[in-house]
């Protein structure tokens, strides 16, 4: 993934890159006057824009699924009334139609709350929110109808984090902004039921998270955060300093900064996905990989990495 995709992602209220093979397009959402609007991206060039729903938050954050045969894209946000609703597209129509799981779901966050939603080890359904006192909590699918909450859980996260869920090595990760500490982790234990907390160090910055997204390298196990913080978009690990890549405006256009006019190595897991095949479900990753078009020797950075514990 480019840097400026990125910067486009972290800005909007959700976001979903396509792979090469499905035309290598970038869903991205806004809320409007109320309006949850997609605007699909290819490139520099709008293709459409779709109005999904007329009753979202004004400051909610959303999450774009998919790969479920019954329903293809799906989309979860918070509404005025501050519940979760889920929305999905109906190919046949060719329109979203508000489906019933936020009524199953009756969830009732907190007003500043925002949430994450992702497919877990085993293919359900996760999505993760702050409840009415401002704990993470959570609800997951545990079988054809059948849902099942989870929390509140450990942690002091600051009033209206970003979340990130996440499967990294077979288990079901929830990253938020903890309070004084930067970006904290979740991890659930299949076996127990339990989340064991870790806190991810060096992550701190002067102004609040907007938003952020944890990458991992495939090939090493390593991990690398993008932040995006007072107007700007920074990359952080363990180890390193942290590098402002460039200023971000409104629009999500990126101004670069000298670090990402010089090449940055973005690894992106992409869309986590499910198919079916006879009967069972299977999960896949597509990887996009923004390749390096110069290394940073001048600044002596090779690419930045989190030593996952």
């Known amino acids: ?50 109005v999904i729903a007329s009753d979202a938050r004004d400051d909610t954050s959303a999450s774009y699924l998919l790969g479920l045969e019954e329903d293809p894209r799906r989309v979860i946000y918070i509404d005025q009334e501050n519940s979760v609703q889920c929305y999905a597209y109906d190919e046949e129509i060719e329109e979203w139609e508000e489906t ?12 500043q709350s925002k949430l994450s939603a992702n497919y877990g080890p085993k293919g359900e359904v996760v999505v993760s929110y702050q409840d009415e006192t401002g704990r993470l909590a959570g609800i997951m699918s545990v079988g054809e109808d059948e849902w099942e909450t989870f929390g509140p859980l450990e942690g002091n996260p600051v009033s209206g984090t970003p979340q990130c869920l996440d499967v990294i090595n077979g288990k079901l990760h929830l990253f938020y902004i903890e309070e004084n500490a930067g970006v904290g ?27 952020f997204s944890i990458a991992q390298d495939p090939e ?5 955060g993008y932040f995006l913080t007072g107007g700007s978009l920074w ?71 989190w030593k996952y514990c």
């Open 1 to 50: 993934m480019s840097v400026q995709d990125l910067a486009r992602s972290l800005a909007a209220v959700g976001s979903a890159k396509l792979p090469a093979n499905e035309g290598n397009g970038l869903y991205l959402l806004s809320v409007r006057d109320g309006n949850l609007v997609e605007k699909f991206w290819v490139g520099h060039t709008l293709q459409n824009e779709t």
């Open 100 to 111: 019933p799981l936020g009524s199953n779901w009756n969830i009732t966050t907190c007003p």
């Open 185 to 211: 982790c979740l991890v659930l234990d299949s076996d127990t039921s339990n989340w064991q907390a870790i806190i991810l160090l060096t992550t701190e910055f002067d102004s609040p998270i907007e938003n």
């Open 220 to 224: 090493t196990g390593s991990f690398q």
């Open 235 to 305: 990359n952080a690990d363990g180890e390193k300093e942290k590098v402002c890549l460039g200023k971000v405006q409104g629009d999500g256009k990126l101004i670069p900064s000298s670090a990402a006019q010089a090449g940055w190595h973005v690894r992106w897991r992409g869309l986590r996905r499910i198919r079916k095949v006879r009967e069972r479900n299977y999960v896949y990753y597509h990887v996009i990989v923004h390749h390096v078009v110069q290394k940073m020797v001048a600044r002596g950075y090779s690419s930045p990495a």
